[in-house]
């Protein structure tokens, strides 16, 4: 069995595009065809090896940049093969140039750019494929790739304000483990040889301090490890579907913390689904993207749920509206994009707002995290210096007297 990327249209003569297992094209043509779609593309997936998932990926701003670049191009009046042409010249790496290259001899071979881009999923997700789909479909490719390059630039400036804003916190927690790392291992030994010269009664805080060391010393290797095995377990946990879903209704339940990922999500969910409205994509496919780029099992089968119903023929306003995981705001605002047949724009204006609130109840939480990190830090340093000064001030006091 073999794994092909098809493009092809629904009863509604609606492009829609996914995956097929077959043993063969012509199966895969069969299977498309007992689901009532018209197949127009069917091509092979390429299999995505180990290195390729870590070093063919291309950034969030760089294809913004890609989307720029080839909307300036084709407005330009430059045929979409030469202007794949120039961006495989153009390559920051050896990786996106090869990419770059299979993208362009594939549509030499007569494949359309959205199936030729969807052989690359480690590089250009579903969002960026089914937009450029969409693109295609209506004829207006590069006024969809402009579009699609200013959303693009939106989510990396976001992303990296976020980023920056819980740059610090995590910088001291660094910063704390690697100092402790030093103490225990360089100079309580040498602090441990020159109170055990003395024979001297030690603290129990010295002592503490003298026993972490020692075991520190000893085992480091054993930490290391068992640091690395729960780090890897947890990541396996909660790549489980069941895991997943536990780990992420435990941290919506976390306050302060709710609200950031609330507002992440909720930015993620109104951003990808207007700029799939806007490009022409279905709703339908709209949330079946958006539900696979949110990241969340939790909000995964809220969205499913959104789907089955609109499927009934329940408008999209009133299921959001039932969900009590999605915010009222969400629900009405989507009501007035029905109302008024502009759900891209109002989605947009949706997406603005969250973007700005977490944005704001970030540096709100960081502002209250940092003091309460330095205070820790404070109390950590103060235990330390308490344990190694008590001995050394009776060591003192026993030499003068």
Same mark, same amino acid.
């Given at each position: 069995?073999?794994?092909? =990327? ?25 299977? =498309? ?8 593309? !069917? ?22 940049? +890609?989307? $720029? ?14 202007? !794949? ?12 140039? @090869?990419?770059? *290259? &299979? +993208?362009?001899?594939?549509? &030499? ?25 969409? /693109?295609?479909?209506? /004829?207006? =490719? ?11 630039? $939106?989510?990396?400036? %976001? ?12 910088? !001291?927690? #660094? ?32 002592? =503490? ?7 520190? /010393? ?9 640091? +690395? ?6 990541? %396996? ?9 536990? %780990? ?5 339940? !976390? ?42 099992? #939790?909000?995964?089968?809220?969205? $499913? ?8 023929? #329940? ?13 009222? *705001? ?14 891209? @724009? ?31 830090? /404070?109390?950590?340093?103060? %235990? +330390? ?17």
């Amino acid at each position: 069995m073999a794994r092909f =990327l098809y493009k092809a249209k629904n009863n509604q003569g609606e492009v829609v595009t996914g995956t097929v297992m077959a043993p063969n094209h012509f199966d895969a043509e069969q299977v =498309l065809i007992k689901h009532n779609l018209v197949p127009t593309d !069917i091509v092979l997936d390429h299999q995505i090896s180990f290195f390729s998932r870590f070093f063919g990926r291309v950034s969030a701003k760089d294809k913004a940049v +890609i989307a $720029r670049q080839l909307a300036t191009m084709l407005s330009a009046g430059l045929p979409l093969a030469k202007a !794949i042409t120039i961006l495989t010249k153009q390559a920051k790496n050896e990786s996106q140039r @090869k990419i770059f *290259l &299979e +993208i362009y001899k594939d549509i &030499e071979q007569g494949y359309s750019f959205s199936v030729a881009l969807s052989r690359h999923p480690q590089a250009f997700d579903r969002v960026f494929v089914s937009i450029v789909n969409a /693109g295609e479909s209506t /004829g207006k =490719l590069d006024i969809v790739l402009k579009e699609l390059a200013n959303q693009l630039e $939106r989510d990396s400036s %976001f992303n990296s304000k976020v980023k920056g804003s819980l740059a610090y916190p995590g910088f !001291i927690f #660094v910063a704390v483990i690697v100092a402790a790392f030093v103490m225990m291992v360089v100079v309580v030994p040498k602090l441990k040889t020159m109170f055990d010269s003395q024979s001297m009664s030690l603290p129990m805080t010295t002592k =503490l301090l003298i026993s972490t060391s020692d075991f520190v /010393g000893a085992y480091w290797w054993l930490l290391v490890l068992l640091i +690395i095995g729960v780090y890897m377990g947890f990541r %396996f946990w909660i790549a489980t579907y069941e895991g997943g879903r536990i %780990f992420h209704r435990i941290e919506m339940k !976390i306050p302060g913390l709710k609200t950031i990922l609330e507002g992440l999500y909720m930015y993620r969910f109104t951003r990808i689904l207007a700029m799939l409205s806007g490009a022409g994509v279905p709703l339908l496919d709209s949330l079946h993207i958006a539900g696979s780029v949110i990241d969340n099992p #939790v909000y995964e089968a809220s969205i $499913r749920n959104v789907s089955v119903q609109i499927e009934k023929g #329940v408008p999209l306003s009133v299921q959001l509206l039932k969900e009590p995981i999605f915010p009222q *705001l969400i629900g009405n605002m989507v009501a007035v994009g029905e109302e008024t047949g502009e759900l891209d @724009k109002v989605l947009d204006k949706v997406a603005d707002y969250y973007e700005e609130a977490t944005n704001d109840m970030v540096k709100i939480v960081t502002s209250l995290v940092e003091p309460a990190v330095l205070i820790l830090v /404070g109390l950590a340093v103060a %235990f +330390i210096v308490f344990a190694i000064y008590l001995p050394i001030y009776q060591l003192n006091s026993s030499a003068g007297s």
